[in-house]
C-alpha cells in the first residue's frame, strides 16, 4: 500500500497536482456483495459479507485486474456454489452451472458451467470449510482450506464478478480481503477498476 501511495505521490507532483496522502486505497469503496444484483429472495448481511436466503448475488466489481483472488466460508450447510458469473446471470435460478453465464463450483464438488459437469471435486466441501478462487483470465482455479482442488475452468469469456448462491437454508461468509488463507503468489485482493494503474 506505501509504494502505491509512494507513486501517486510522484505522479502527481510530475504534473504539478497536490498530492494527499490522507486517503489512502483501503479507504476507497470496499468490495463486498453488491445489494442491486441479488436474487429476489437472497439476504445480504454483516455489510455485505454474509449470504443467507434463496438465490446468488455478484459482488460489486468486477474483474479486472491480472490476478484476483477471494474466498468464502461455509457457516450452514445446505446448497450453496462460488466462482464467476457475468451479469447477464439469473440470480434467481439455483443451482448455477446451468447456462453460459457462469462457472461455479457446487456444494455437491461438481465444477459446472452451462449445464455440463466439467469436474468433481474431491474432497467435497463442507460445513465450516474455506473455499477460494483465483483467476487470472484464463483460468479460473478452486481452493478447499488453502489446497487446489486442481479443477482449472478455461475460456472464460466477458466482463465477469465473483458469484455465490444459496439455498437450503446455507449461509455463507465471503471474504475479498483479510483472507483466511494466503492467496497463491502474485494473487491479490480484488480491486476496483479505478484503484488500478
Not at 122 to 150: A, M, R, W
Not at 154 to 162: E, Y
Request: glycine fraction near 10%.
Amino acid at each position: 500500500m506505501f509504494a502505491v501511495n509512494a507513486v501517486l505521490a510522484r505522479l502527481c507532483c510530475c504534473f504539478g497536482d497536490d498530492y494527499d496522502d490522507s486517503i489512502q486505497l483501503s479507504e476507497l469503496e470496499p468490495v463486498v456483495l453488491d445489494s442491486s444484483k441479488v436474487g429476489a429472495d437472497c439476504v445480504i448481511l454483516k455489510g455485505g459479507r454474509r449470504l443467507c436466503g434463496a438465490g446468488a448475488a455478484l459482488a460489486n466489481a468486477p474483474l479486472v485486474q491480472n490476478k484476483s483472488y477471494f474466498e468464502l466460508k461455509v457457516q450452514a450447510g445446505g446448497t450453496w456454489g462460488v466462482g464467476l458469473a457475468t451479469e447477464s446471470c439469473l440470480l434467481d435460478k439455483v443451482p448455477l452451472g446451468n447456462d453460459p453465464h457462469n462457472w461455479v463450483l457446487r456444494s455437491d464438488g461438481n465444477v459446472c458451467h452451462d449445464g455440463d459437469v466439467l469436474y468433481t471435486a474431491f474432497p467435497k466441501p463442507g460445513e465450516g470449510d474455506v473455499v477460494s478462487c483465483t483467476y487470472d483470465h484464463i483460468e479460473l482455479n478452486f481452493f478447499l482450506n488453502g489446497k487446489s482442488l486442481q479443477c482449472p475452468i478455461n475460456g472464460i469469456r466477458g466482463r465477469v464478478f465473483p458469484v455465490f448462491y444459496v439455498a437450503d437454508k446455507a449461509v455463507l461468509d465471503v471474504a475479498f480481503k483479510d483472507f483466511s488463507f494466503p492467496p497463491p503468489d502474485s494473487f491479490d485482493e480484488i480491486m476496483f477498476e479505478k484503484n488500478i494503474f
